[in-house]
């Protein structure tokens, strides 16, 4: 069978004085259809990896492909929410939902019928005509992933996609997007801080290490869904944060990590 999301010795080394080697020799592969959760600390790479799959940033080394296709310098290809939500500030709020879903070819019209079918989903609905900078934070981030998931490709990359939700929406959005994945079936690769959100939402845990990315371990979490905010109290959810934890022990120093300077970033 085809792998959903297929990476094989990627390394990403980024040019400057000294250069920055952001990943090193990683390979993994997530099967069609499954809930893949990426977690490290800062500056591992996570989203270097993420740029690569969408095909916005060519690797030094290694291959990439998503649903057999390779995806080295393709754009295009998946359904990508960068960790910026990179809203369009002129356009008002369900025109910036259905943009994906345009420039990926729906018809305008059938975008924005299904759009709207999600908004009250998103807790978006009364806000169809208002402007990006009239909504919070977490309403921004909802827009940004409901835009993402009108694009119609098997593949789901999402970087930190609840960072800046409250822990309520947060919980409600886990619930959520379990129940839009278990009818849609698409392959999905979620970035995150977070372990707890991680086991609730993935079937498959990769841990990345402190930079340069590595992969140091891979956790398969066999519990039984739906999973809620309760699940994580249970002794066998109690048992996979540990391992989740003794692999980032493993890598991460005692000390404080190191902030990374926000002008090191490009934009994606
Ligand atoms: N455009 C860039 N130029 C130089 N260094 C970069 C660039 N983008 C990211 N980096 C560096 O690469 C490392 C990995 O970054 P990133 O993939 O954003 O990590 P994460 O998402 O895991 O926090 C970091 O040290 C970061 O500073
Ligand atoms: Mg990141």
Redesign the pocket.
């Known amino acids: 069978m085809t792998a959903g999301i297929s990476v094989q010795h990627l390394t990403h080394r ?1 040019a ?1 004085a000294p250069p ?1 080697l ?1 990943l090193d020799g990683l390979s993994l592969e997530v099967p069609q259809g499954r809930f893949a959760a990426v977690v ?1 600390p ?8 993420l740029r690569v799959l969408a095909g916005l940033l060519r690797p030094s080394e290694g291959r990439a492909a998503v649903d057999g296709h390779e995806v080295i310098g393709e754009p295009g290809g998946v359904s990508f929410m960068p ?1 910026r939500d990179l809203l369009l500030p002129w356009r008002r709020v369900l025109a910036n939902a259905t943009l994906g879903a345009e420039i990926a070819g729906v018809p305008r019209a059938e975008a924005h019928e299904r759009a709207e079918v999600l908004m009250e989903r998103f807790g978006l609905s009364g806000f169809e005509q208002a402007w990006p900078s009239q909504l919070s934070g977490g309403m921004r981030q909802r827009l940004a992933l409901l835009r993402t998931f009108l694009m119609p490709r098997p593949v789901l990359l999402l970087d930190e996609p609840f960072g800046a939700l409250d822990a309520i929406t947060r919980r409600e959005m886990h619930a959520w997007l379990q129940e839009v994945w278990r009818r849609d079936g698409r392959t999905v690769m979620l ?1 995150t801080h977070d372990i707890e959100e991680a086991l609730v939402l993935a079937d498959v845990v990769y841990i990345l290490s402190r ?1 340069p ?1 590595r992969l140091v371990a891979t956790i398969d979490v066999p519990l039984p869904r739906p999973r809620t905010a309760r699940d994580t109290t249970t002794p066998a959810f109690v048992e996979l944060k540990a391992r989740v934890l003794d692999a980032l022990e493993g890598v991460t120093p005692p000390e404080e990590p190191r902030a ?1 300077p926000s002008g ?3 934009a994606p």
Request: aromatic share 4%; no cysteine.
């Open positions: 980024f400057g920055v952001a490290g800062s500056g591992s790479g996570k989203s270097t990896l960790q970035v930079r990315g990374v090191q970033r490009s």
